[in-house]
């Protein structure tokens, strides 16, 4: 039995979602204007597994400066686009629905203005957390808000609280003056009260340094993450059996749920070196999981389209890599869960199709075309390790 292994590229959307207008989203594509402002993007393993044709295929013409692909692939490839059915356009959602359970009623959110959390909400939070009060307490830009509002924070000793268009409330704090665990524990508070909201997550912001303009988020995030509502391709292997490893964020998304070993790892370089010694030394029936952060984190919500280019061109360089621990029967996916256009208005995700790249040696060539839904890769999985096929999606493994 072969393996199966899970390559999210956090936000890589690549236009065309049809739906974009709702989300006032209309144009954006993250590729494609990339592609057009970094120009001699350079991508040459994605390119060779079809990542050409899908964007053309998603949204009607080549990346800038790329043509048809041709015959010539780093493996056998299928290759093809998918369209997103959750009602929202977060993380949660986005690998949810890959997982096979889409989000369709969509999330609670708070508004954008301040104050943005119900004050019946903030009294029990800050009554149990011991906490003397909060800052912030609107929609903001992580990165900017914690230069506002840090040196204040040292001060006072108030947490800040902030919210982004996405389901959340996120809490930052001085990672060493006001205590990692603390701010973790404060979290864990946090969540237990946000129940009644169906808020999608609270996500730990830590911080370092010591006056406005020079404040630092730290890799120490943690994401504390709603149950998924129903089982999870991941629920389901787990219960058949099989080993189910997530790789960094992957381990929150899911809140801990349906994983038999986690490994812990941030930034890209660490991640990719984590996916490839999982790669080497997992067996049989396995599924490997792992959560490119990065592209999303710290390039498109920061509206960085040369460091979100570099991040692309180190990841594909270093695609090659994967192949000669890859046995005879192994699917390698590679897929994201949202868009996050860095040329885009605001820091907010953005409504796009997705690619669906699937490789490895037994695999046959082929085109896959529009898929309704992310759950088309459960459904590809699931037929793979002769599970049952999950409520939603289809398969594109030829007679599973």
Known sequence: MGRVIIIM???????????????????????????????????????????????????????????????????????????????????????????????????????????????????????????????????????VIIQELGEEHLRSGKPIFYTSADSNMQIAAHEEKFGLERL????????????????????????????????????????????????TLLDCLKASGHEVIGIGAINDIYAHRGISREVHAARLENLWNATLQEVKSAGEGSLIFVNLEDFDMYYGHRRDVAGYARALEYFDSRLPEIIPFLKQDDLVFITADHGNDPTWDGTDHTREQVPVLMFGHGVAAENIGQRETYADIAATVSAYFGLPSPAYGKSFLKGR
């Open 184 to 231: 973790y524990r404060l979290c864990e508070v946090a969540y237990k009260h946000v129940q009644p909201y169906h808020i999608g997550r609270i996500i730990a912001r830590p911080f370092v340094g010591e006056k406005n303009g020079a404040f630092v988020r730290t890799t120490n995030r943690r994401d504390y993450t709603a149950l998924p509502f129903g089982e």
């Open 9 to 143: 590229m956090d936000s890589f959307g690549i236009g065309g979602a049809p739906d974009g207008a709702a989300f006032n989203n209309d144009g954006a594509n993250t590729l494609g204007h990339i592609a057009a402002a970094y120009p001699g993007l350079k991508l040459p393993n994605l390119y060779r597994l079809g990542l050409a044709e899908v964007a053309k295929g998603a949204c009607g013409e080549y990346p800038a400066g790329w043509s048809a692909a041709g015959a010539s692939v780093v493996l056998p490839s299928k290759f093809g686009h998918a369209r997103e059915i959750s009602r929202d356009k977060d993380t949660v959602s986005g690998h949810w629905e890959m997982a096979g359970l889409p989000n369709l009623e969509g999330w609670g959110h708070f508004k954008p203005d301040y104050p943005s959390f119900p004050s019946e909400l903030m009294e029990k939070i800050v009554k149990e957390s011991g906490i003397s009060g909060v800052l912030g307490n609107r929609a903001a830009s992580g990165t």
